[in-house]
């Protein structure tokens, strides 16, 4: 169980390591490392002596998991998961299934936002990111096991992939500078070059989810621009004649599209009128649309009301997305080449709090 941790809220990190202990399934090793948090953990060590905790200057979260994984050099799969993202009891069990079949390299679990129902942004981002995983991930899951990205929330590879990528995952640059962001995309890829990822949708994990408006932004950015630099690698070195190849290629080519769609309604209004108004349409009910498998879902910590407000907001995060974020796409796209040391713009501080503690 690999665990990087840097500047994670104390309550977070106890509460994804309780998840551990309860497991149906336990995990054969657990292995922390906080990379040179400042935050303190004092006691927590003392707490899990189960728990392996490594401690170095900070680095980065790759250089992180690779301290877990150098300390457990020969391990036949590797859990990644984040910080603050706890398990649910029976998610380790669930995600090692698909590795019966020998040509699966990752399993990617579900993540449901453990602060779902904080705010009206974490109700409709998390709406929007669990619509995503059930409908895109669980798609490409079934085209042979073409899942794009594994979620780092909670992820499983086989030991082989992460120890023979480990060199190559440490020194990718990218216009002449280091490459700090995107390691869940580039651990996935690695993956697809060595066969399939799919994705078991009955193991969850809850991470924290942004609380503010600029926590939310700034993570966006970060994937943008690291998103960005992974469509580059999967055109370059995915086979032209898998269907990872061929997605991202549509991905792209549909970005672009939309782009220059909304900028034709606007240079010919009113003209585009109809057009605006039949997409607006499309804008409410198709999030709709997906958001319908979230109804097939229950928690006990929330109502069922909780989630079919999350579905109603389903609207709303598309227009966010589409008013908002996809202009920070663009930005991060433009400025991908900002992906060295000190370009990860989160956690210089606690970004989130386990509710109900200091």
């Known amino acids: ?20 202990r309860v497991q149906t399934r336990r995990p054969d090793a657990v292995i922390v490392c906080d990379d040179g948090s400042k935050v303190s953990y004092k006691g927590i060590p003392e707490e899990y002596p189960e728990v392996t905790w490594i401690r170095q200057d900070n680095a980065g979260k790759k250089h992180a998991q690779a301290a877990c994984i150098m300390a457990d050099p ?16 029976k998610a380790l069990k669930e995600n090692l299934r698909p590795f019966a079949d020998k040509r699966v390299m990752c399993s990617a679990g579900v993540e449901w936002a453990s602060n779902f129902d904080r705010n009206i942004l974490t109700r ?4 929007r990111s669990l619509a995503f995983q059930l409908f895109a991930m669980s798609s490409q899951s079934a085209a042979r096991g073409n899942v794009l990205i594994a979620p780092g929330a909670f992820s499983i590879y086989r030991g082989s992939v ?24 580039m651990l996935t890829l690695y993956a697809l070059m060595r066969g399939r990822v799919v ?19 700034r ?5 943008m621009r690291a998103g960005t630099i992974r469509q580059i690698w999967r055109l370059r070195y995915l086979p032209i004649t898998s269907y990872g190849w061929w997605l991202s290629t549509w991905q792209m080519g549909s970005y672009t599209a939309g782009v220059a769609i909304s900028v034709l309604l606007i240079v010919t209004w009113p003209h585009s009128l109809s057009l605006v108004l039949g997409s607006l349409i499309g804008l409410f009910m198709w999030p709709l649309a997906l958001g319908s498998r979230i109804a097939c879902l ?9 989630i079919l407000g999350g579905i109603a907001l389903m609207p709303l995060a598309g227009l966010w997305y589409l008013l908002v974020l996809r202009q920070i796409r663009l930005y991060g796209i433009a400025t991908c080449y900002k992906c060295g040391p000190g370009s990860w713009v989160t ?12």
Not at 199 to 217: D, G, N
Not at 298 to 306: A, F, I, Y
């Open 124 to 127: 409709a981002i998390g709406a």
């Open 347 to 358: 956690r210089q501080k606690v970004e989130v709090r386990l509710h109900g503690h200091p």
């Open 74 to 89: 020969t391990a036949d799969f590797y859990v990644m998961i984040d910080s603050d993202s706890a398990l649910e009891r």
């Open 199 to 217: 994705q078991q949708p009955t193991a969850v994990s809850f991470p924290a989810y942004p609380e503010t408006v600029s926590h939310h932004l």
């Open 298 to 306: 229950s928690r006990s910590d929330q109502s069922v009301w909780s």
């Open 1 to 20: 169980m690999v665990i990087p941790c840097y500047n994670e809220d104390r309550e977070y990190l106890k509460r994804v390591l309780d998840s551990l």
């Open 219 to 223: 993570q966006w950015l970060r994937w």
């Open 162 to 185: 992460i120890r023979e990528a480990l060199p190559a995952y440490l020194g990718e640059t990218f216009a002449g500078e280091p490459v700090t962001l995107g390691d869940d995309t």
